[in-house]
């Protein structure tokens, strides 16, 4: 049974003045682990000359009796500092947790300091030094700094951050695991593998930027959709609401989404992998594995992904019946499946003098989907596939250069082609029978389509951080991305007709910042002032009604300026202002098109916005009254030229709205148990976005709502928890989540008559997870049997289109 202590610290000071502190990551047992025996780590020798001073923090375990069985290093600072306090904490000895007066396995999370002894005057030789053994006195108390986590979270950026260690263990995908948070609506418009809507403080889609370890999400070898990213193969997620550090070179102007992956470096091999199995023939696969030798800092990792599912789950429609009249009708999807795979290696060196990484990534990875129907699901199509293609490399460098000076660059290519075929030659009913069989190919339009888009994407990330002195840091970022873009329609060409997906695009854009980061008042008080610039050029050539290409060639540019401020009223509680003029500048799926759904649009303009946060978070300790938290937050987006994917009968297109202002509170609220043995969350967001613009073609719905878009929505989850069922290191738990969708207007809300008004109705929907997980020193097991819609509620998401209803999944994961 693993019980997880908060220990606020334990030093001992040894001879070259290093120090240990640790504390428990979550609920204080009756009697915490005390350190028994220190061991002194060796002092890394170019660290020593370099006058290098570093603090490691590690998480560890503890068996029954004291001792430390694993050691992982939570946060690497290289220089050998890393290796040397893994070795010294695995050889020291604690006193084990007690609870009712039993001995119990512990996790918590120590840190070793590493500090240099005073420097002798230069008119003396210093003494040689003689190891001293410490007195029992030598051990004080300190307070122990949060894990990177929980500082990502009580810094001045506005950003709320998911650890995914307890999702891992469900079958729900992320998409589906952050759609549980505040703030943050994720819709589908199907199963596994449907295009999905991603949305912060109703800015959605393109408006928010994604990324894997810094790296643009579709350049990282995951494919372009955020929901069909491996849980299992990220360790957290960073969300950002709507003002956006420079770290990340992007002109984001509703935020950000920053998937981190496992950064662990420790030396010795280790692997896990995790399957899935579950209704509507869905399998998931991911694997992963890792090497590092130690002597010469070579690091090698690898992971990949097989996800296959066909989608074939019952859906309602309206089918004519013998008269021809439309009668309502239960049927299976029968043209909907999704395959997904995808694999990437990476190789390099770690904690070396000249470099604290120097790693080269590779990958490859591929999709196809069946498209079963139009955007409003009234016509069923049999034989529309899509798909895509993507391969590249990514080279990352960090290191530190002399004393407060710290450099990291990305510098990567990624190929991606695109293909859509619609070479049907019958109408298919929703039954999957072909009624008709068409006087040409083509199930969408009336011709056949069979077309590839290729793009060429080169791009770099490059951070340098100064620290002048405590308290004061300045950041400066430049990111360049240049994209070529071409393909064809092979229809077309067969017919010898002209080709609009043949003309060559060229998209170049750079995004420049410079921050400057203030701390005071012993770091109660945190301040983050920064600028930012934006350009790009576009060169295409337009296709004009005569049927002849003309040059086009357009340059953009634009300004951002921000600042992100926190004060920590008392020690648990804190509150945030942050603000940013952000800009954003199209991309190239919003004026090329993607030549399969999305038309291109040469007339785009930025978008502006002025984003506005306020926030107030409390983290209370632990008490005999279990521990409280709570967050809330308050939000305004004043855009001009709000860019929105906006459908057709068959078709998208990216379309300025002019203007738009959403304005929004959301608010969380959990409690943990005593013991750890349940645990509370729930969540409500409320947001009022609307149309502002009196002039162009929205004039007319000016102070409506946006439409299909919910307002108003809410979680709420609470997992029972059991330790020590069936051995000392095991874990069992029962998880129920429950999600609210207050009715919503598929139009605009004053379009039509009160009888004609298309609404999507209030839903409630519920899912239960049973999870058992069990740990044998450096193994550990656990499965997980998840229900989701456990009541099969008609679920509408993404233009009304259903999504599954009740499914169940089997999950089983296996780490070493």
Known sequence: MITIFIIQGLTVLAWLGMAGEARAEETPARESPRLLSFVEARYPERAKQERLEARVPLRIRLDEEGRVTEAEVVEPIGHGF????????????????????????????????????????????????????????????LVQGPSQARQRRQSAEAVQVVETETIQREAADLGEALARS???????????????????????????????????????????????????????????????????????????????TDQQVSPGTSAAASYELGSFDTHRLTATARHLHEPSGLFVRANGFIDSTRNDYPINVKVANDLGKPVPARIY????????WGAGVEAGFVDKPWAQRLLLRAFVNGSDKDIQNNVFMTQPFGEVTSGEFSAGSILRYEHFFGPGVTADAIVGYNFRRTHFEDLGTCAYDWFGRCVTQLPQPGEIESRAVERGVDQHTGFARLNLGWTPSSGHRLRVSLAPTVIGRTGEDRQLRAREELDPLSADRQLTSLVTGVEYTFNALQERLENVLFLKDYYQRAQTQKLLPSLVFVPLDRTLHGVGVGDSVRFRLLPE???????????????????????????????????????????????????????????????????????????????????????????????????????????????ITWQDFRNTSREGDFATFVGQRIPNRPYLQANGTARFQLSGVMSARDELSLTWHVRYIHAFFRAWEKAGTVDSKQVIDSQLLHSLALSYVTRRENLTLGWTVDMQNLTDTPAYDFFGVQRPGRSVFAKLILEH
Do not use: C
Not at 198 to 211: C, H, K, M, V, W
Not at 333 to 340: I, L, Q
Not at 665 to 677: D, E, L, N, R
């Open 82 to 141: 890393d290796e040397a306090a893994r070795e010294a904490v695995l050889d020291m000895r604690f006193s084990p947790a007690m609870r009712d007066g039993k001995a119990k396995p512990s996790r918590l999370v120590y840190t070793y300091v590493f500090r240099l002894p005073a420097e002798a005057p230069r008119a003396a030789a210093p003494p040689p030094p003689v190891p001293v053994p410490e007195p029992d006195d030598a051990i004080e108390v």
């Open 182 to 260: 505040e703030g943050v609506g994720v819709r589908r418009s199907g199963g596994l593998g449907s295009r999905s809507r991603f949305s912060l403080a109703g800015l959605t889609d393109e408006q928010i930027r994604f990324f894997v370890d810094g790296v643009p999400l579709d350049l990282a070898g995951f494919g372009p959709e955020l929901s069909n990213v491996p849980v299992n193969l990220v360790q957290r997620v960073e969300i950002y609401q709507g003002v956006v550090p420079i770290r990340f070179g992007t002109d984001a102007l509703g935020g950000a989404v920053h998937l981190v």
């Open 333 to 340: 999807r029968f043209h909907d499946a999704y395959r997904a």
């Open 573 to 683: 509680l804190y509150a945030k202002a942050s603000y940013e003029f952000a800009t954003r500048l199209p991309r190239p799926d919003e004026i090329f098109g993607d030549g399969i759904l999305i038309d291109d649009n040469l007339d785009l303009n930025p978008e502006r916005s002025h984003n506005l946060n306020v926030e107030f978070s409390y983290e209370g300790l632990p008490t005999r009254a279990g521990s409280f938290r709570t967050n809330v937050l308050g939000f305004g987006r004043l855009a001009d030229q709000l860019i929105l994917l906006l459908g057709k009968d068959s078709y998208f297109t990216y379309q300025n709205v002019y203007a738009a202002r959403s304005l929004g509170v959301a608010g969380a609220a959990g409690w943990t148990s005593p013991g750890q043995y349940l645990f509370l969350d729930g969540n």
